[in-house]
Each structure stands twice: as structure tokens, then as C-alpha cells.
């Protein structure tokens, strides 16, 4: 049986064994991109720069094909859906399966391309890359349950994921892949072309292609989850907003096992200063995700520690990357276990039936 992708991010943490008064290892910023999120967010800027040879390209990278926009022309031009068009007509793979699967008209298809205006491209912001990996393990962890994966049981709402990285802004949009093959390739075409139920094989209204391509957005982060809820997949939140970052945040995730699989859920972080004032508190949430926002006025942040039942970690160096800060991953011995304090980065999700949230 064929899939057929609809559109809708890994977690992962540094485990080393350490002695209670070890020194801080090493230094990780999971709100960067890695580089399967920088592939997706340079083909989304790729496009929005010359959004009219998008399509062509697309294809190329999805088929091995060499076609231009004006040879993609003769093929789609004018010609309404038939049966199996798109794996008659390029081969078989996830896309045209889906793409077969949707009906996805072909003249439409090329004629909505031809019609795209070019937009500036967008600014990659880690606080944003952290909003993304932390709603990409959500919708890992939910594993398809929730009904919308836009709205996952116990997740803050959409905006709300934005403010609590440290991001003021006035719009905000979110496209997710989920459970999909490990391609942004595909996931980008998915999501350009916005298959699915509605308008010529097509969502209505072209909802992940009109937020790839907002005037009104300046800024993206992405985070793919290198996980999905079936073998091989993965998950991809791509968070896009209009906006500017707020005062500097430490973030990460605090985990209660060296292989990263338990959460600490309510776990205490405090932030210090070279002076050992505490100038910032937070807890960890049903995730085991933490993220503190500092005052602008605020010293400079050098280290933090964590409090869970009746343990303490050592304090940590902070690391720092502008006005972000974030956390090493440490592994502190406890009488019965180990307290595993890390970071983590979600991703896109998918379905049995894989379309584009």
C-alpha cells in the first residue's frame, strides 16, 4: 500500500557519568539549527526569494529531474487532474503518491506558482528554533492522539510557545510535518504545495504556503525531531513571526535518567550571577522543558543550578550565544539514580495518512 502524506520535529540529550563535583561538559545550543533545519530554512528562503522557479526546482530535487520553469510549463500547464497523473508523469514517490492520492490539479498547481509575488528573506532566530523544538517533542510524544496537531493536549497555545522563548512579536505562524521520511526535500514540497483536502487537490486556503511566503512574518526557527512515532520518520515544527527577541532567556530540559527518556517534571532552576545572586527562577514543565526569561536590566548570567526532591546539582556554567543563553548536560550521581540535566530539541510530525498541519 502506497502513503500518502499529509502535513501537520528528537529529542535527544549529551549523557556523561560524572563525579558530583565534576567540572561542566560540553556546551550545546539546541535553539541553532541543525543541519537538516538549516536545509529546510534555506529552501523556504529559496523560495520566497524566486517563488516562481520554486516549483521547477521542487521538483528537481524530489525526482532528479532538470526541468525549468518553462518545461514544467508544458507538462502542467492548462491540464486538469487524471487518474495517477503525477507518478505517470514523473515517477513514483511520497510525493506524487500523495499528490495522486489528493488529486492535486495540474494547471492550477502551476498557474498558483506563476501568481507568487518574491518576498525578503527571513531571519533565522534560536529563540524561535527553540519554540519549534519544544512544540516538535509535544507532537512526537502525542503521537498523532490529539485531533489538531496545531493544539496538542497540554501545550501552550500557539503565541504563548513565541512569548515563553523570549520572543516579542505581533504575528506568528506554525506549519508541522509530522512522522515524515527524514527529507526536507519532501517536507518543503509538501508544504509549498499544500496538499490536501480542499480546492483542486490543494488545502483551502493555502494555509503553509501562505505562511512560507508572509510579508507580515521576519522571522523563523525550525526544529526537526529526529524521532518520529514510527521507525525512520521524523517531526518538524516550523515557527515563522513578525518579530523582535525579548531580554535574554536560559532554556533547556532536565531529564532524571542517563538515556534522556524520563522527564523531570517540576524540577526547580535557579540562574545566577558572577556574584551568586539569583536573578532568575523557573520550573520544568510536563516536558521536563524550562525556560527562564531575564529582566533587561539584569546581570549578566554566568550559571545555574537545579532542584529536584531532595537534590541539588552542582552549579553549571552557562554558555551563551548573543542575547540567548542556554545549558550544558551533565550527569550528577544520586543514591538510586542519576539526575541527567540536559537539553533538547524537537521537530515536524505526521499520520498514517500524511498531510500537511
Not at 59 to 87: I, M, V
Not at 98 to 120: C, H, I, K, N
Not at 156 to 169: D, E, I
Not at 314 to 333: C, E, S
Request: glycine share 8%; hydrophobic share 40%; net charge negative.
Amino acid at each position: 500500500m502506497k502513503n500518502h502524506y499529509f502535513l501537520l520535529q528528537l529529542s535527544f540529550a549529551i549523557s556523561f557519568p560524572l563525579s558530583a563535583d565534576a567540572a561542566v561538559v560540553g556546551i550545546v545550543d539546541y535553539g541553532a539549527a541543525s543541519a537538516s533545519e538549516q536545509a529546510s530554512f534555506d529552501l523556504i528562503n529559496r523560495f520566497r526569494v524566486d517563488p516562481v522557479n520554486e516549483l521547477a526546482r521542487m521538483f528537481n530535487d524530489n525526482f532528479s529531474t532538470s526541468h525549468t520553469n518553462a518545461t514544467l510549463g508544458t507538462l502542467l500547464s492548462g491540464q486538469n487532474y487524471s487518474a495517477n497523473f503525477w507518478t505517470n508523469t514523473f515517477g513514483s514517490n511520497i510525493v506524487s503518491n500523495s499528490m495522486d492520492f489528493f488529486q492535486t490539479r495540474p494547471g492550477t498547481l502551476y498557474s498558483e506558482f506563476q501568481a507568487l509575488t518574491p518576498a525578503t528573506a527571513y531571519s533565522w532566530s534560536n529563540n524561535i528554533g527553540w519554540a519549534a523544538h519544544q512544540y516538535s517533542m509535544r507532537v512526537e510524544l502525542d503521537a498523532g492522539a490529539s485531533p489538531n496537531p496545531h493544539a496538542v493536549a497540554g501545550a501552550p497555545s500557539l503565541g504563548a510557545r513565541f512569548t515563553n522563548a523570549g520572543v516579542n512579536w505581533t504575528g506568528v505562524g506554525e506549519n508541522i510535518a509530522a512522522n515524515w521520511p527524514a527529507s526536507p526535500a519532501a517536507m518543503h514540497m509538501a508544504l509549498a504545495v499544500d496538499w490536501g483536502t480542499g480546492t483542486f487537490g490543494m488545502q483551502n486556503p493555502r494555509g503553509h504556503r501562505d505562511s512560507m511566503m508572509s510579508t507580515s512574518f521576519n522571522s523563523a526557527g525550525i526544529g526537526t525531531l529526529d524521532a518520529g512515532w514510527a521507525a525512520g520518520s521524523v517531526t518538524q515544527v516550523q515557527h515563522l513571526a513578525n518579530a523582535s527577541l525579548n531580554s535574554r532567556i536560559a532554556y533547556g530540559f532536565v531529564y532524571t535518567d542517563t538515556s534522556a527518556t524520563t522527564r523531570a517534571v517540576g524540577a526547580t532552576v535557579n540562574i545566577y550571577d558572577a556574584a551568586n545572586n539569583v536573578i532568575g527562577s523557573g520550573t520544568t514543565d510536563s516536558i521536563g522543558a524550562y525556560t527562564v526569561t531575564l529582566a533587561a536590566n539584569a546581570a549578566t548570567p554566568v550559571s545555574a543550578d537545579y532542584t529536584l526532591g531532595p537534590i541539588t546539582t552542582p552549579r553549571h556554567t552557562l554558555g551563551n550565544n548573543g542575547i540567548t543563553y542556554f545549558l550544558d548536560a551533565a550527569v550528577i550521581p544520586e543514591p538510586s539514580s542519576m539526575l541527567l540535566v540536559g537539553m533538547s530539541m524537537l521537530g515536524l510530525c505526521s499520520r498514517r495518512q500524511r498531510a500537511v498541519g
